[in-house]
T-cell receptor, first 114, second 113 residues
Framework: SQTIHQWPATLVQPVGSPLSLECTVE??????LYWYRQAAGRGLQLLFY??????ISSEVPQNLSASRPQDRQFILSSKKLLLSDSGFYLC?????????????FGSGTRLTVV | SQQGEEDPQALSIQEGENATMNCSYK?????LQWYRQNSGRGLVHLIL?????REKHSGRLRVTLDTSKKSSSLLITASRAADTASYFCATDALKAAGNKLTFGGGTRVLVKP
């Protein structure tokens, strides 16, 4: 079964500093991968998704970017963090190949920009 | 943008009572899924209902889907204090660039012992 690893679990970064969050997946190959952000007390907002190496689709224009350098690695980055980038970041993986296979989520990274 | 909108935003019930929450969405879907999130934690997949299904059960969970009204409901029967969590509906649509899961704002459920 698929397992998603996200790190770090928590992160406090100053405004203007760079960001790199990593997500890796085990137990599958060529998965569809997703980055979501959840603001405090709110729902999840899809940021990026990827169907393969080097293929990134962006949902929301902002100062974040994503990359997929390897099949089971998905990275969320920023060159300069803003206060509004604070939130709970979740990586997700589509479990199978069909829309009915469901998704699994990592345990998340709580980012606080100060 | 949010696809699903949950109603109510918050729900407080006594242990043993049923909890019902609703979700509406705007565009066509392949399936609709419900997730649970305990405070500050990741999401746990609860149940998936396909667009050609009308009702699905899993333990104490019952999900309905009305594609003509673009709405779904999640019923938790005989609630327990451990059911306290936020519940999210998410719609899955196949786009040219791949599947995309879009979440609503969630319903915060408090089950009082």
């Amino acid at each position: 079964s698929q397992t998603i690893h996200q790190w770090p679990a928590t992160l406090v970064q100053p405004v203007g500093s760079p960001l790199s969050l990593e997500c890796t997946v085990e137990g599958t190959s060529n998965p569809n991968l997703y980055w979501y952000r959840q603001a405090a007390g709110r729902g999840l907002q899809l940021l990026f998704y990827s169907v393969g190496i080097g293929q990134i689709s962006s949902e929301v224009p902002q100062n974040l970017s994503a990359s997929r350098p390897q099949d089971r690695q998905f990275i969320l980055s920023s060159k300069k963090l803003l206060l509004s980038d604070s939130g709970f970041y979740l990586c997700a993986c589509l479990l199978g190949r069909t829309p009915w296979d469901g998704y699994t989520f990592g345990s998340g990274t709580r980012l606080t920009v100060v | 943008s949010q696809q699903g909108e949950e109603d109510p935003q918050a729900l407080s019930i006594q242990e043993g009572e049923n909890a019902t929450m609703n979700c509406s969405y705007k565009t066509s879907i392949n399936n609709l899924q419900w997730y649970r999130q305990n405070s500050g934690r990741g999401l746990v997949h609860l149940i998936l209902i396909r667009s050609n299904e009308r009702e699905k059960h899993s333990g104490r969970l019952r999900v309905t889907l009305d594609t003509s009204k673009k709405s779904s409901s999640l019923l938790i029967t005989a609630s327990r204090a451990a059911d306290t969590a936020s519940y999210f509906c998410a719609t899955d649509a196949l786009k040219a660039a791949g599947n995309k899961l879009t979440f609503g704002g969630g319903t915060r459920v408090l089950v009082k012992p």
